[in-house]
């Protein structure tokens, strides 16, 4: 297809398809575009604010084009106890008793690989916006990470500088950040992932806000930051090459401020609680663009736009640089004419200006003027809801890596190695320093565990835990996806995102109550990539379902490629669970001598997270495998209320052995009796637990009762961790070792 | 007993984030509790107490509480500490509390040049006039479990003033196992008179077993 | 310093507590001092502090920087 070069460069600057350009001259009733003499598609009459608009909503980023047909199968999860899910920002259940959860997850990959502090930092503020906007005040922060191998070069960079964002954002807007997960995988080398994950409440009596723009003549209120560069890239916006010296191609990297941050929840929070506003939406991707026009659109409204009023850093800023610009700390917000000198006196108080830009008006039509000129007239319906759905070709998930016998799955020359005299001890010590499985306290010891005077178990254990402050009832907070697990197979990496951590919170009494997912993949364009897409939310659709635990907000990341590598396909799960109080939760790990340790299986599925060849599994995972999971699930739950259960723990990467060896981190070890064979120490199932227990309860009566198939491993034991006559580690060593590899590696960076 | 008309006083400046928090602990020890804007004065008389709370007031910007100490109500604050008013300030409200001259030394970057989150045991070392002077745990040489969360907790000041400090009495607190570096352990001072007291841990995060510790809970009465 | 198009938030919080206090500048902007005692002639040091400059100093993305030359030290 041959173009003029004017119009070849739009459609490049703006991410525009020729057949998405014909759709909106079509919808704009527009000339259509015209061939020239030479054979060439002349130039079309849109002006750049045109451009902009439709470059903004239409991109992948904010349309989700690319995967709304699909995202649309998370509706049938959705029961009686969501509210209001329409449209809205992020998802919020009921819990009853007037509290309410409003909870999402939302992803910044690429902007963290190129600058990993504001990056993260970035995204962190950009999920608390989606929070507050809500009405809820956030109480708690999570976040999923995935690096590549290990510390090297600039890996151990993007790991310091994320973490320090992480913990620079968080702490200083007061949300504690309890729980999360962090990966260390090669596939992630070129592409590493960060999202982020937070959850508000509303309180009895709090009202839901609400994102639909209403009532004519009501006033559009611009709060927070100054409109800048940010997010913008000046005259060649496509341009990928850095020069030193040209400071114009530079990317305009968006700064997050939480001091301002944090002005603007107690401001906006105050101004909802007083009912002084009708709308309220926080500018994120695409920034005053997207906000205005989703807020016209979902209230089937019109609005006038005068980007003259719009508060600028810089006085050079042209119409569409101020409509593109993603300058972080913005909100829009729809008023009553009455009550707006009330709304900017608030704001002042807490030294924000609130400025007027724009009017609520009957046309449904969205006019943006700058300068005196009317830049555009559009009926914000274009935007939003004709938006192009593409259906990417995708095929029937088919698992491949296919294994008849779990031996198989077994490395012969590893199990070798493994009979040898100190083979086992070796093989441990040397996991338990691998950056996987090392222990991640000095990185979420930057994290403040506990602003906010709700945290009852902070990123120390497996399962965060909130207590809620009226109810005084247990919210518990956990992030899923193993990609090692996903590398194997997407229905089944998909399946244990979400089955895996409400495991682990069933294991501490909690019920999961909702979902919220991060769907973090490669080039959509690519089939195998669409199929582990399309297989991940089929996944999710049916473990949801299973647990009654609707998903109830989301994310999509595209793109997460480089030089035609794709990343492993990583569907992060975000799970929030209840439980009626937070007395005597079974803690993770070993902390006293002298308590029987059992095991606890339903082994359905055997996998090899080595490398190729030796990478797959062997079992079934159908739906009816699925639907035995969950029931042994609340089985497990119920056991773990048996006063005297003083620990459990799921079974986890490496298998049996190297999940007991972790649990060494409390400082107390224990002696494995039981005759069990190294492949039964090594092999990864799906699923095992791991149950410590006072001598004189009647575990293994009780496990029996409710139809399970109790294992006595053994004795949790001062000084030594001890595997008959295989293997003896000593406590202390083992913890100086687990503890100090990321320490070492971190402050190496100092 | 405090009487029932008792009221604490909570400064609060543009990202102060642990305000509310403080009335928990306002709470806990039978005081009604107001937030105090840092942009207006207040009168002294209605106030039996004043804390400072922690958080990121104006963002930890040019030095952690520089941009807060220099808020109006910071008058009203001085006034009230120079007749012997009861101030604390917790974390960050210890930095504005040094940077406002009313209590000896400087806080500055944790040694390790990051955050720090942890639990940290206290040794008390002499008593402030009235904060956590009733304290049923308190015990020289013994300890109080407390929660840390800072970057910039690193007690810092020129040896002729530390000699006055430790000399004069105005070392309250010191940490059995240093967390940031802090010149002599110190974790927490009082101004001469005693009736100001700042310190880097956090009291309000200790008020219930399920916290992790109920310690911080003598420190108001 | 950073660079023009990048958010100084620090600059913009002292701006608020100049303001404050009736001692409004015009703007603020916020940035990092480092002294390199370095060897050699005054150009040798000039290009050695330019390449230290650009190895770790200040990061390209949000950073400029501007190298002042202050003179001789005696040994």
């Known amino acids: 297809m041959k173009m003029s070069s004017a119009l070849a460069k739009k459609l490049q600057t703006y991410r525009i398809s020729f057949a998405e350009l014909q759709e909106i001259l079509k919808l704009m009733k527009r000339p259509a575009p015209i061939q020239n003499a030479h054979q060439e598609w002349d130039d079309v009459q849109l002006n750049p604010v045109e451009w902009a608009v439709f470059s903004a909503l239409w991109s992948e980023h904010c349309s989700y084009k690319s995967s709304k047909i699909h995202l649309r199968k998370f509706a049938q999860t959705l029961d009686a106890s969501v509210v209001n899910a329409e449209g809205e920002n992020a998802g919020v259940i009921d819990l009853g008793q007037g509290e309410r959860i409003v909870f999402k997850m939302e992803s910044h990959n690429h902007p963290s690989f190129i600058e990993p502090y504001q990056g993260a930092a970035t995204g962190v503020g950009g999920i608390l916006r989606d929070i507050f906007t809500m009405g809820a005040r956030p109480i708690a922060s999570a976040d999923y990470l995935c690096f590549g191998d290990e510390f090297s070069g600039r890996m151990g960079l993007l790991v310091d500088g994320v973490v320090r964002g992480i913990g620079g954002y968080g702490n200083s807007v007061g949300v504690p950040t309890i729980t999360g997960q962090t990966n260390f995988h090669p596939r992630f080398e070129k592409n590493i992932l960060v999202n982020a994950m937070s959850v508000g409440l509303l309180r009895k009596n709090e009202k839901v806000a609400l994102s639909a723009a209403k009532g004519v003549g009501n006033q559009v209120v611009y709060v927070g930051a100054k409109t800048g560069k940010d997010g913008v890239h000046g005259a060649a916006m496509a341009s990928e090459s850095f020069d030193a010296n040209s400071d114009a191609k530079k990317p305009n990297v968006q700064i997050g401020d939480p001091y301002f941050e944090k002005l603007l929840i107690e401001s906006c929070l105050e101004v909802l609680q007083q009912d002084l506003v009708v709308a309220i939406q926080d500018m994120g991707a695409a920034g005053l663009t997207s906000s205005s026009f989703e807020m016209a659109s979902k209230g089937q409204v019109g609005m006038r736009l005068n980007l003259d009023l719009v508060p600028v850093r810089d006085s050079t800023m042209q119409a569409d640089e101020i409509l593109l610009s993603e300058s972080q700390e913005r909100m829009l917000m729809v008023v009553e004419p009455h009550k707006v000198p009330k709304v900017q006196s608030l704001f002042q108080r807490w030294g924000l200006d609130a400025v007027v830009v724009g009017e609520i008006q009957s046309a449904r039509r969205v006019q943006i003027y700058f300068h005196g000129e009317k830049m555009a007239d559009l009926d914000p319906d274009w935007l939003v809801e004709n938006c192009p759905r593409y259906s990417r070709p995708f095929e029937p998930w088919k698992s491949t890596r296919v294994f008849e016998n779990p031996d198989d799955l077994l490395d012969a020359e590893l199990m070798k190695v493994l009979q040898q005299p100190m083979g086992l001890k070796d093989w441990l010590l040397q996991k338990s320093s691998q950056a996987q499985h090392a222990a991640k306290t000095p990185l979420y010891q930057q994290y403040d565990q506990r602003v906010g005077l709700l945290t009852a178990r902070g990123a120390d254990h497996d399962v965060g835990v909130l207590r809620l402050p009226d109810s005084a009832r247990g919210l518990a907070l956990t992030v899923g996806c193993r990609p090692w697990l996903m590398e194997i197979d997407a229905r089944l990496g998909a399946l244990d995102a979400v089955l895996y951590p409400s495991f682990q919170m069933s294991l501490k009494g909690f019920v999961p109550k909702g979902l919220t997912d991060c769907l973090n993949f490669g080039n959509p364009e690519k089939i195998e990539i669409m199929n582990e897409f399309v297989a991940s939310v089929d996944a999710i659709v049916e473990t949801s379902l299973l647990l009654q635990a609707p998903v109830v907000s989301g994310n999509v990341s595209f793109y997460n490629e480089t030089l035609g590598q794709n990343i492993i396909s990583t569907p992060a799960i975000g799970v929030v669970g209840l439980r009626e109080d937070i007395r005597e939760l079974p803690e993770d790990v070993f902390l006293a001598p002298g308590l029987d340790v059992w095991r606890l299986s339903h082994s359905a599925v055997f996998t090899s997270s080595q490398s190729a060849p030796k990478m797959g599994f062997c079992g079934d995972f159908g739906a009816s495998q699925v639907m035995s999971w969950v029931q042994w699930m609340k089985q497990l739950r119920l056991l773990s209320q048996l006063s005297g259960v003083r620990a459990n723990q799921m079974v986890s990467q490496g298998g049996l052995l190297l999940s007991l060896v972790k649990m060494v981190q409390g400082g107390v070890g224990c002696k494995l009796t039981a005759p069990l064979s190294v492949s039964d120490l090594l092999q990864e199932v799906l699923y095992q637990s791991v149950w410590v227990v006072e001598k004189s309860v009647p575990f293994g009566d009780r496990a029996k009762a409710l139809g399970l198939q109790p294992e006595l491993l053994g004795q949790t034991q001062l000084d030594w961790f001890e595997v008959r006559e295989k293997c003896k580690i000593s406590v202390q060593d083992w913890q100086k070792l687990n503890q100090n590899s990321l320490r070492r590696s971190i402050e190496s960076l100092a | 007993m405090t009487p029932a008309s008792a009221r604490l006083g909570v400064v609060r400046f543009p990202g102060s984030n642990c305000d509310r928090d403080v009335l928990s602990l306002a709470q806990v020890a039978g005081y009604q509790a107001d937030f105090l804007w840092h942009l207006d004065h207040f009168n002294i008389q209605d106030y039996q107490a004043l804390v400072l709370p922690g958080g990121f007031s104006y963002g930890d910007y040019l030095r952690a509480g520089a941009l807060s100490a220099r808020s109006p109500v910071m008058n009203s604050v001085r006034d009230f500490a120079k007749r012997g008013g009861p101030v604390l300030g917790i974390c960050n409200g210890f930095q504005v509390l040094t940077e406002a001259g009313l209590l000896p030394g400087a806080l500055v970057k944790n040694s390790s040049l990051r955050f720090r989150d942890g639990w940290v045991d206290l040794v008390p070392e002499n008593k402030s006039s009235f904060w956590a002077s009733q304290h049923s745990q308190w015990k020289v040489g013994g300890q109080l479990k407390l929660p840390i969360a800072h970057g910039e907790g690193r007690f810092y000041s020129p040896p002729d003033l530390l000699r006055q400090i430790e000399d004069s009495g105005q070392v309250w607190f010191r940490y059995a196992d240093n967390p940031n570096g802090s010149l002599a352990n110190i974790a927490g001072v009082l101004n001469e008179t005693g009736n100001v007291a700042g310190l880097m841990p956090h009291p309000e995060r200790a008020l219930w077993d399920w916290m992790g510790s109920e310690d911080g809970r003598g420190f108001l009465r | ?75």
């Not at chain 3, 005054?42 to 650009?54: L, N, P, T, Y």
């Open chain 3, 1 to 75: 310093m950073p660079r023009e198009v990048i958010l100084d938030t620090q600059g913009r919080a002292i701006e608020q507590t100049l303001r404050l206090n009736n001692l409004a500048a015009q703007s603020c902007r916020v940035g990092r001092f480092v002294e390199l005692t370095l060897d050699g002639s005054s150009d040798v040091s000039k290009q050695q502090a330019d390449k230290i400059a650009k190895f770790v100093l200040h990061n390209p993305l949000l950073e400029t920087y501007e190298l002042i030359a202050l003179g001789e030290v005696m040994k």
